[in-house]
């Protein structure tokens, strides 16, 4: 099946500084990926929609100036957590859809998730 | 509004069956997925139903109906590595997925 890499698996940071994590898709293009976020014992949240080449597309309640995302290329999507504090520490999970095998429908594939802890 | 209601938590023996069951009220509907999750994890793909009926892969079976806005995953012969979180959910019109909150599958020997 198809992989997406997620860069830092785990990362802790100081209040007030920035994190930036990578998602990769490593054997197919993706147009589109999507960010979630997911606190302890709590389904996934949708964040994002990231678009190749365009603005991303932000859920409500979530502040674009805080979560910055680029998109950059086919295969690369980013997600900046500017200024990040105590309550911004949880699971982000990134996710790109390809179309499933055998049917017409867009299949999710999961990176690994980054463990973002802010002290 | 959108809607996916799924069992919090549920408790099995090993080598039994178990039935996690799903409903959904969404605007639109372009199929059912359901994923497995593990502790510190990302999800993983288990099945995906757009038509009623089930749909059978080895241990795990997944049915849907409709018109009922129902699903469940159904899982035989449970192992220990079977003890997840099984998350149920659905591609709206704009096929966007809408989740459920996800059951904890606890198994025990």
């Known amino acids: 099946g198809a992989v997406v890499s997620q860069h830092p698996s785990r990362v802790i940071c100081k209040s007030g500084t920035s994190v930036k994590i990578e998602c990769r898709s490593l054997?197919?293009?993706?147009?589109?990926m999507f960010w979630y976020r997911q606190f302890p014992k709590q389904s996934l949240m949708l964040m994002a929609t990231?678009?190749?080449?365009?603005?991303?597309?932000?859920e409500q309640g979530v502040e674009k100036d805080k979560f910055l995302i680029n998109h950059a290329s086919l295969t690369l999507s980013t997600l900046t957590v500017t200024s990040a504090h105590p309550e911004d520490s949880s699971f982000y999970i990134c996710?790109?859809?390809?179309?499933?095998?055998?049917?017409?429908?867009?299949?999710?594939?999961f990176g690994p998730g980054t463990r973002l802890t802010v002290l | 509004g959108q809607n996916i209601d799924q069992p919090t938590e549920m408790t099995a023996t090993e080598g039994a069956i178990v039935q996690i069951n799903c409903t959904y009220q969404t605007s639109g509907f372009n199929g059912l997925f359901w994923y497995q999750q593990h502790a510190g994890e990302a999800p993983t793909f288990l099945s995906y139903?757009?038509l009623d009926g089930l749909e059978e892969k080895g241990r795990f079976s997944s049915f849907l109906s409709r018109s009922k806005g129902y699903s469940y995953l159904l899982l035989k012969e449970l192992q220990m590595k079977d003890s997840a979180s099984y998350l149920c959910?659905?591609?709206?019109?704009?096929?966007?997925?809408?989740w459920g909150a996800g059951t904890k599958l606890i198994i025990k020997p």
């Open positions: 959910a659905v591609s709206d019109s704009n096929y966007q997925l809408i």
């Open positions: 054997d197919f293009q993706a147009t589109t």
């Open positions: 139903n757009v």
């Open positions: 996710s790109a859809p390809l179309r499933g095998t055998g049917g017409d429908y867009n299949e999710q594939f």
């Open positions: 990231s678009n190749e080449g365009s603005k991303a597309t932000y």
